[in-house]
């Protein structure tokens, strides 16, 4: 079922206990004739199988088809005979106890189609020897062999059984199917004298005269022709196109050597069955005293000396009979000869299919009983069938509801009684002791006296008179006798009312047959008859159990061995009357549900909870639906299933918890499971699922196959996947346990001297130690009350440590420096320089030392430079370097502010955003001691500039580094000379003073005064004019000069 729980909505549900409407009639209908117009004539309520009769050849019945149901879980594959039989099979053997597959249904509908597949089934899943290839085709073609003689054409079904089965098939739990038994039950010998219209006798009559061939024929003394024989053409259909007696002929004469008959005992038996046709012609006439006297008597010739072996004289018997009394005795002594004969073939067949091995075996018991019937006219026949299936349906109900209710009292589950009509008041109503109908038919028959049927019936009414399911012509209202005549009587059985009509009641429950009769018979020499009629039979004198107790007493006997089996059912339904393929009628079909109990059942099955599954089998479907449960459950099967459900949201009234088994209570939350499943199943299966559900979808068979390989494949990798995870589970345990196991002892030994035992333990220490250093490190080298406690072990690193932290800040300002190195290098060559030209030479040079030089000491020198773009003096090159600086003229010493720009070609002097002088660095020539700058253009002036700069040594520096004038540098002590013009000289003095001032003294010199212990980078005054001298600040009395001409 879960299965193909997916196909639920094309086909209706595979088990009507998951009908959501499981309380309509009319939704079981419509579910069953949705499945049968699909061909799917198998449906489920829970383990019962309900089965249409499809009234054609479907091709689901091969050995392929066994294959694939063979050891496959019931839900697991569409509902099929085959999956009924084979839990059957595997149920016994797992619990070594017997069971029986009871199948019931009206006549038509498929019981007998039904049991030959259960028997097929387990005859080919029989191993194959050489014993059990016997035994297998035995207990197979007993089957053809029992329809020849036991079933009939009628009305209803061209193939009726008119006897009951019962086959108890034999099983050895190594080998399979070793032996069977069969029980027969109450044959219709009746139709052996006489046939309905539309009906026949049974088969083999017509297939011997059809098929036997023209020597067995001439020797029977048998034409072939069944219109000779009056036992043959009273129903007026022995030729019928569905039914090939020929070759039906051939079959039943080969199964007959298979079953170990001998050649003499098939030569007997085909000798009364043509003695049987013979004596039905033997007509009576009437002689003068009005008895009668037989009128063909070569019918008796071959009657007698041929077939029956009995000498002709012994045969005439001398009764002064009436002519009907005459024709009444020659019947019953047809009837006694076939029912006697057929007992013996059944007993024959019994032999063959016995097993001589007397070690315990387990049963499986088959039950095919003719259906409930209802005919226009109903006789002594149906009376007995109806009340066997009233039995049967006692049986039912009794089994079906006594086990379901056990069951939910073994789950420990609430038991809610379902109203259900028990048919006991019937079964009484037939049965009942001194007061049943069977009672009082027996009365009649054994009474002494005038009874007749009529008088039986006058008694009915007596005793039965306003019981609730019994009315006769007399008792019935005005509008039922209508519909009655007066002498029938109407049992409301538990499948409908059967009008029964009482003409032959006694006659057919007494069976009797004349003393001199049976002592002819007695004398015969066939073998088989001899064994019919036995010296030893119990004499006439005593009468012998009437037909109805034979019936009630061999009908108790197989509830008896019923009830000791474990049950299964079938519940045939046949789709219409007239044996059509695809035809669904409605009502007829709503009868048989009806009549058949299964709403009852479905409401059985349904009290409460529509599915249950154990709990196993439930998990390990749906265990991908969890994370937890996915893709092992560790824990026991039902708290899995428990954990399953509550991550599912089953709400707490949707289910219980059994002992062994899930009972959920609506199929929608089935439903809604197996979607889900459906779902997890792509996202599980990825591409190989894919292609499983192509081939579901292309073809069902080879679905099948894929699905085997599918699930043994994914079996194999779960194997090998699971194994290895549990592999390395493992390995990770064991280090685990490993690991812990060193801590522990290193812990313990902690204190220890180092050794292999706690090294590993000590080294964690230091190393955690460290860890936490990292990230609590005092901020400076001083503080040393802020380190983390070191551990016992690591006492003696305490003094190290500040040595450490030392070394790792020198190499943090390594690392930092030597990002920069490259900035540095271009650095250090300008202290280099300077320190070539200054050092020792000019007082305040130390103090130089540490200040950093930089590229400019204006803000924007390109911004002060732009105004003049439109000048030819545009200053060319990229620019160099930049500083502000003070310039005195040459004769007034008056200061004017300025900015030096040196750019790649030249030094350039601006004034806000004027160019006010260009100095190329080539006129610039340098003598010892100065720095000639010589202008090359208009600007050019003849005397010295006189400068002064608070950056001197940057400034002289980078222009001496840019002009490459390194040379020119002369720092002068004393008073500086410079050039007012050509031939005119000036002076600059240096002095110490109360604060730093430059004037022009009274001398004429330009006078720099310096404050007393005032820093070497204070203002510095230029004093010359005509020679450019870059004078620094009036720290001390050293100047440089620079010197253009
Ligand atoms: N599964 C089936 N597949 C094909 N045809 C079937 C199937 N079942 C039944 N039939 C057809 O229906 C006919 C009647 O079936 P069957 O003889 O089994 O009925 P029955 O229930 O045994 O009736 P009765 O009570 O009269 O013996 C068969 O002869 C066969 O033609
Ligand atoms: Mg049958």
């Known amino acids: ?239 019928v196109t569905s039914i090939n007696d020929k070759s039906n002929w051939k079959i039943v004469r080969s199964a007959l050597s ?267 020499k066939n073998t088989i008859i001899k064994h019919c009629f036995p010296y030893t039979e119990p004499d006439s004198k005593k009468r012998p159990e009437t037909v109805v107790t034979q019936f009630k007493g061999s009908l108790a006997g197989l509830t008896d061995v019923l009830m000791s089996k474990e049950p299964w059912y079938v519940r045939c339904i046949k789709p219409n009357d007239g044996k059509k393929a695809g035809r669904f009628d409605d009502v007829l079909v709503r009868h048989q549900v009806k009549y058949l109990g299964l709403m009852e059942h479905l409401r059985v099955r349904r009290a409460g909870f529509a599915y249950r599954r154990k709990y196993d089998i439930f998990l390990a479907r749906y265990k991908p639906l969890c994370p937890s449960t996915w893709p092992k459950w560790k824990g026991s099967a039902s708290e899995g299933v428990l954990c399953l459900v509550k991550h599912l949201g089953y709400k707490p009234n949707e289910y219980k918890m059994g002992r062994t088994k899930i009972f959920i209570r609506h199929p929608k939350t089935l439903f809604a499971t197996e979607d889900a499943f459906e779902l997890c199943k792509h996202d599980l299966g990825g591409l190989s699922f894919c292609l499983f559900i192509k081939a579901i979808n292309t073809d069902f068979y080879s679905y099948k196959t894929v699905k085997k390989l599918f699930t043994a494949t994914a079996t194999r990798i779960q194997n090998c996947w699971r194994g290895m995870m549990a592999r390395k589970e493992r390995d990770k345990r064991a280090w685990a346990v490993k690991v812990i196991k060193r801590f522990i002892k290193g812990f313990m030994m902690r204190n220890q001297p180092a050794c292999s035992d706690n090294t590993e333990y000590l080294a964690f220490v230091r190393q955690n130690y460290l860890t936490r250093l990292k990230g609590n490190l005092p901020k400076t080298l001083l503080d040393k009350n802020s380190w983390p406690t070191p551990p016992p072990i690591m006492q003696e690193v305490r003094g190290t440590l500040p040595f450490y932290l030392r070394f790792y800040y020198t190499s943090m300002v390594l690392r930092n420096s030597l990002l920069v190195v490259e900035d540095s290098q271009i650095y250090l060559q300008f202290k280099a320089l300077t320190s070539s030209m200054f050092k020792g030479k000019k007082e305040n040079y130390p103090f130089s030392v540490c200040q950093p030089f930089q590229d400019t000491r204006i803000s924007n020198p390109h911004h002060r430079l732009t105004p003049l773009t439109p000048s030819p003096w545009q200053p060319s090159g990229s620019l160099q370097y930049s500083v502000p600086l003070v310039k005195y003229d040459r004769n007034g010493f008056r200061p004017r502010l300025r900015q030096l720009i040196l750019t790649q070609a030249a030094v350039y002097l601006v004034e806000e955003a004027k160019i006010k002088q260009r100095i190329d660095f080539n006129s610039l020539k340098g003598e010892m001691g100065t720095v000639e700058i010589k202008g090359g253009h208009q600007l050019c002036c003849a005397g010295d500039l006189i400068l002064q700069c608070d950056y001197l040594f940057e400034a002289l520096t980078k222009l001496s580094h840019i002009g490459n004038k390194e040379s020119c540098i002369k720092v002068v002590q004393g008073s500086v000379r410079f050039d007012i013009q050509p031939g005119r000289e000036g002076f600059i003095d240096f002095k110490s003073g109360q604060e730093s001032m430059i004037y022009r003294s009274k001398n004429g010199h330009l006078m720099v005064v310096r404050m007393n212990g005032e820093s070497h980078h204070s203002s510095c005054t230029p004093i010359r004019r005509g020679i450019s001298k870059l004078i620094d600040s009036p720290v001390s009395q050293e100047s440089t000069r620079t010197r253009s001409r």
């Open 1 to 239: 079922m879960e299965g193909a729980l997916t196909a639920r909505d094309r086909v209706g549900v595979q088990d009507l206990v998951l009908l959501e409407a499981h309380t309509s009639e009319t939704a079981l209908l419509d579910n069953l004739r949705k499945r049968f117009h699909e061909n799917l004539i198998y449906t489920y309520i829970g383990t019962l199988l309900v089965s249409l009769n499809p009234y054609k050849e479907l091709d689901t019945y091969s050995k392929k088809h066994m294959d694939t149901y063979m050891g496959v879980n019931f839900f697991e594959l569409p509902p099929h005979i085959y999956a009924l039989a084979d839990n059957v099979f595997r149920t016994m053997l797992s619990e070594f106890n017997n069971h029986f597959i009871l199948i019931s249904g009206e006549s038509g509908a498929g019981k007998t189609e039904t049991s030959k597949k259960v028997l097929q089934y387990y005859a080919v899943s029989c191993p194959n020897t050489s014993l059990l290839d016997n035994v297998r085709d035995r207990l197979l073609l007993s089957n053809p062999v029992l329809e020849a003689f036991g079933n009939a054409k009628t009305l209803k079904n061209d193939n009726s059984s008119r006897f009951g089965k019962y086959m108890d098939i034999q099983f050895d739990h190594q080998v399979g199917a070793v032996g069977g038994h069969i029980l027969s039950y109450l044959l219709e010998k009746s139709r052996v004298v006489h046939q309905n219209h539309g009906e026949r006798n049974f088969h083999i009559f017509y297939q011997l005269v059809a098929g036997g061939d023209d020597e067995l024929l001439r020797w029977l003394g048998l034409e072939r022709n069944c219109q000779n024989y009056s036992y043959l053409v009273q129903g007026d259909c022995a030729k």
């Open 258 to 524: 298979i079953i170990e008959f001998s050649e003499k005992d098939v030569e007997q038996l085909f000798a009364i069955i043509a003695s049987v046709l013979h004596l039905g012609n033997v007509k009576f006439a009437t002689d003068a005293l009005g008895y009668a006297v037989l009128k063909n008597v070569p019918e008796l010739h071959w009657l007698s000396t041929v077939r029956l072996n009995i000498h002709k004289r012994c045969l005439q018997v001398y009764s002064p009979f009436a002519v009907d009394h005459a024709l009444y005795a020659r019947d019953a002594l047809a009837k006694a000869i076939y029912g006697r004969t057929f007992n013996w073939l059944v007993n024959k067949v019994n032999e063959s299919l016995a097993n001589k091995d007397s070690s315990r075996k387990t049963v499986i018991g088959l039950l095919d009983i003719y259906g409930f019937e209802v005919f226009h006219v109903n006789s002594f026949e149906q009376f007995c069938i109806n009340y066997c299936n009233e039995k049967l349906q006692q049986l039912f109900i009794q089994l079906t509801l006594k086990s379901e209710q056990e069951e939910y009292q073994m789950e420990g589950i609430e038991w809610e009684p379902v109203p259900y009509f028990n048919n006991k008041i019937i079964c009484d109503l037939v049965e009942e002791k001194h007061r049943g109908i069977i009672s009082v038919l027996d009365e009649e028959c054994l009474r002494p006296g005038e009874a007749t049927d009529l008088t039986f019936l006058e008694k009915l009414e007596e005793k039965m008179g306003g019981h609730p399911h019994f009315v006769t012509h007399k008792l019935a209202d005005q509008k039922t006798r209508k519909t009655m005549q007066r002498g029938d009587f109407r049992l409301l059985h538990y499948a409908g009312e059967v009008t029964y009509c009482v003409v032959g009641f006694l006659d057919k429950n007494n069976d009797l047959l004349y003393r001199n009769v049976k002592e002819v018979m007695r004398q015969s």
